[in-house]
């Protein structure tokens, strides 16, 4: 092989070596930050092979007859990156909501079941309670304060009660029951937009929720003395939960970092197993890592973390 021909494979094999040294780097951040870095990752390598290849035949005279090769090279490459690219997003970000709402829910049905609240009714007479926290239209499609994935929720939930009811738990729902100049709003002191302000179709619960007449309505935010997130702000409530009647309290609904997790602490100090069930949540929040320290701060109080119903029933079983 002559020195020519030598010369020529440089770029080729500089470009090569930048293209799988950074397709590593993107499978790492794939794995560490999901798919929202993963695009990022692929136009860097092509900037860098670009940028290796270039720096090259500015610096070395021997190769700038060769630019066109060069830019070949830098073509093939930035096709290869691309299709690559393509296939991850097609396969792991660009579903349909459909096909999100699908697989979401058949994962979801594999948990509920007649057993999902197995053993709520002992021997003695004590019964369990379900609290769905905020399952009101401004957090849904649309709303004033849409949290993320909602209108998966609404299925399984009625799957949930339809449970809760079979096994005669009792259930409470809560709302956010706001008058419009209430202290949480912007222009009020507050940070959040306007939202579930009382006798408004956002404050109202979602119109497919499976709610019937039997189930208590707690409202929360009710003024501007209270607290505003903790169902425990109604007073109703710890009557409630002290009752000799009551075991186990579960939490499900919106949103975990707000009137979920304050209703979960606010429960943990009546004494009884409070559990959070976690494919019944929904977070306002996209941030895994900001969703994992808020179910870390919870498990570090004591909350139980249930990834489904029978699981923890069985945990609460083994306990008492």
Not at 42 to 69: K, Q, W
Not at 172 to 197: A, M, Y
Not at 284 to 311: F, H, M
Request: charged content about 25%; overall charge negative.
């Amino acid at each position: 092989m002559n020195p020519a021909s030598v010369l020529q494979t440089v770029p080729l094999v500089i470009g090569t070596i930048l293209v799988f040294l950074y397709h590593r780097r993107c499978e790492k951040e794939k794995r560490k930050f999901e798919y929202e870095m993963i695009f990022h990752c692929y136009v860097n390598s092509i900037v860098l092979t670009t940028a290796g290849v270039l720096f090259v035949a500015a610096y070395v005279e021997a190769l700038r007859d060769f630019i066109p090769e060069l830019g070949a090279y830098i073509a093939i490459a930035a096709v290869v990156l691309g299709h690559m690219a393509w296939q991850t997003l097609k396969e792991k970000v660009f579903l349909s909501e459909q096909e999100q709402l699908t697989a979401e829910n058949e994962e979801i049905e594999k948990i509920v079941s007649e057993r999902s609240f197995q053993g709520s009714m002992s021997q003695n007479g004590l019964k369990d309670l379900l609290i769905l926290v905020d399952i009101q239209n401004d957090f849904f499609n649309s709303g004033k304060l849409e949290v993320p994935n909602t209108e998966s929720l609404i299925d399984p939930l009625n799957q949930l009660l339809d449970c809760a009811r079979k096994r005669n738990c009792k259930i409470i729902l809560t709302r956010d029951w706001h008058p419009e100049n209430h202290r949480s709003f912007k222009g009020f002191g507050g940070i959040w937009p306007q939202h579930c302000v009382r006798g408004t179709h956002g404050a109202e619960f979602h119109s497919r929720l499976d709610k019937t007449d039997d189930m208590e309505i707690v409202n929360i935010g009710i003024d501007n003395e209270a607290p505003d997130y903790s169902a425990f702000d109604d007073a109703r409530m710890e009557k409630i939960i002290d009752s000799k009647d009551i075991r186990t309290i579960y939490v499900a609904g919106i949103a975990l970092e707000y009137c979920v997790l304050a209703t979960c602490l606010s429960a943990l100090k009546y004494g009884k197993p409070i559990i959070a069930l976690e494919p019944y949540i929904r977070s306002g929040s996209t941030d895994k890592g900001e969703i994992e320290r808020y179910w870390e701060e919870l498990t570090s109080r004591g909350v139980i973390r249930a990834k489904n119903i029978a699981g923890c029933i069985s945990l609460h079983t083994q306990s008492s």
